[in-house]
């Protein structure tokens, strides 16, 4: 994939990719930009809720050195155009037909593009409806993302949110039950009859797993029995295995009709 697909480096272009409301997911910023440009640069990326990040003078060269060309000068400024189309909650809401029990997954905390792409290509195998992840503390579109996904991402729709908890609440209020997975659970990931609904599926970071106030908002809890000594899986193999039990579960239910 062409990094210039991905990143516009310089004030004005940047500047006017947000006023045009190009698909840019993440501003970066030299600690030491400053100028007119730098302040509606601010503004407009306020205005559009995309993050900014300020970075010192030796992470940002290492920016410029990894993705932009050798004879470009990036004037303190990079932005992280998405390489998919994303869609609002709204319309996905709006067009989902809850009688076929769509199922989506929401990532929380999952910063990691490796897992991203790999958990997205789960989902997208899984005939998953989509993916809500948010806007801070959540792994991007990078072509790393998509490379892992084996293009997955490319096919199934991405929606990113604000706030995950009043996603949570529009979820429910649209017809969706909210499972969330942690290793303290009271139930199975395969010892459960709730699959045969609208369902929104939680998979928290591995360090931490869901949030609090997350877990708090979930209407039911599985976990993944472990045997071994190690006491957690990495978190896209654990989306894998949730994903094709909630399949499995759901072809024997067709099978029965």
Request: proline residues 5%.
């Amino acid at each position: 994939m062409n990094i210039d697909q991905m990143y516009i480096y310089g004030r004005n272009p940047v500047y006017e990719s947000l006023n045009a409301g190009d698909n840019i997911e993440k501003v970066y910023l030299a600690h030491n930009a400053q100028g007119p440009i730098i302040d509606k640069i601010y503004a407009a990326a306020k205005r559009n809720k995309i993050p900014v990040t300020v970075y010192d003078s030796r992470k940002f060269a290492f920016l410029e050195r990894d993705y932009m060309p050798k004879d470009q000068k990036s004037q303190g400024v990079i932005a992280l155009r998405c390489l998919i189309e994303e869609v609002p909650l709204e319309d996905f809401l709006e067009d989902i037909d809850l009688s076929k029990n769509p199922v989506v997954a929401i990532l929380d905390g999952i910063t990691d593009p490796h897992n991203f792409g790999a958990i997205s290509r789960s989902a997208e195998c899984a005939g998953f409806a989509a993916i809500i992840k948010p806007l801070r503390n959540s792994a991007i579109v990078t072509p790393t993302a998509i490379k892992t996904s084996a293009g997955a991402l490319e096919n199934i729709p991405v929606i990113t949110v604000g706030n995950l908890v009043q996603t949570l609440d529009t979820l429910k209020n649209a017809g969706f039950w909210i499972v969330g997975s942690t290793m303290d659970a009271d139930h199975n990931y395969y010892d459960t009859n709730i699959y045969d609904r609208p369902i929104a599926v939680v998979i928290g970071s591995e360090g931490e797993g869901m949030h609090s106030s997350i877990r708090k908002n979930c209407d039911y809890l599985i976990k993944i029995p472990m045997a071994g000594k190690t006491d957690s899986l990495n978190a896209s193999v654990s989306a894998g295995i949730i994903f094709f039990e909630i399949l499995r579960q759901r072809i024997i239910i067709n099978d029965k009709l």
